[in-house]
Structures are given as C-alpha cells and as structure tokens.
C-alpha cells in the first residue's frame, strides 16, 4: 500500500465481516487500526459508526476512514454530513482510484453485500495508493467547501 497509515475502521452489523478482515490486511501491511466497531452480528444503527469514524478524520486522529455496511449507501450518507468528510462509495477500483485523485476523498464507504472480500482488498489497496492531484480539483473541492460553509 503506501506509508504507514492510521485508519479509522467501522461498520455496522452487515459489514462486521468485512471490516474485520479489512483490519486484519492493514494490521499486517504496517498500519495502525482504530476498530470503532461494531463487533457482532447484532443489529446496531450504522450512523452512530459513521460519525465516530468521521470525528476521528476530523480530528486528525486517523489519516483516513473505512466504513462498510450491507450497501455502503447509509455509511456514506451518514459520513457527508461532517464538514470536512468527502466518503466515496466505491465498488471498483477505478472508482477507488478516482475518487482519492479527484475528489480527495478521506473516507472510504463499502458494501459487503455488494462486493466480494477480494474486490474490496483491491479497493483498499487502490484507495490508500492514490494521492489527490490537486490541481483543476482544488477548484471544485472549494466549492463544495463553499456549500458547507453556508449551511446552517
């Protein structure tokens, strides 16, 4: 992957297996892992794993975040709505890799449901080896820092 990381980790009842998998690679690859879970099967509100990945992006306390539920659709719905969070749902590589590139996206939204463990490994792999290129992009990305500024 890239230099030694801090990633926030978190999912929901749906995507615990994959999260934990997800920790496992980058534990081995040389990363640090914050798990903030869940850590079973029992159905959990996945918004409530979302913001406390999102709170530790924001906060500096991890480089990037990895949230995965059954679809991705509601982790990533839920990571938006912090200010300084750009989360990708992503389910392919070109995807991962354009979604760093263009959009400087800090969190990472899966859906186990959807990908296999395989694609998702490659997704991460893509994510994480990808910087932002700045650039035209920065352009774009201050818009949409203009949109949140003026948000109530």
């Not at 679809?71 to 354009?98: E, F, K, P, Q, Y």
């Not at 859906?111 to 893509?126: F, K, Q, T, Y």
């Amino acid at each position: 992957m890239t230099r030694s990381l801090i990633l926030a980790l978190g999912a929901d009842h749906g995507g615990v297996a994959l999260k934990n998998r997800l920790a496992a690679v980058l534990v081995e690859a040389g990363h640090e892992v914050q798990d903030f879970g869940t850590d079973g099967p029992a159905s959990v509100d996945y918004p409530d794993f979302a913001h406390a990945v999102c709170a530790a992006v924001e906060q500096k306390r991890a480089d990037f975040g990895i949230l995965v539920c059954g679809t991705g659709i509601g982790m990533s719905i839920a990571a938006n709505r912090h200010r300084n969070i750009r989360c990708g749902l992503v389910h392919d590589v070109t995807t991962a890799r354009l979604t760093r590139a263009h959009n400087d996206a800090n969190v990472l939204a899966l859906g186990a449901r959807i990908i296999g463990e395989e694609v998702a490994l490659d997704i991460l792999r893509a994510f994480l080896g990808t910087e932002f290129e700045g650039e035209r992009h920065e352009r774009r990305l201050a818009k949409l820092n203009q949109i949140t500024e003026h948000t109530p």
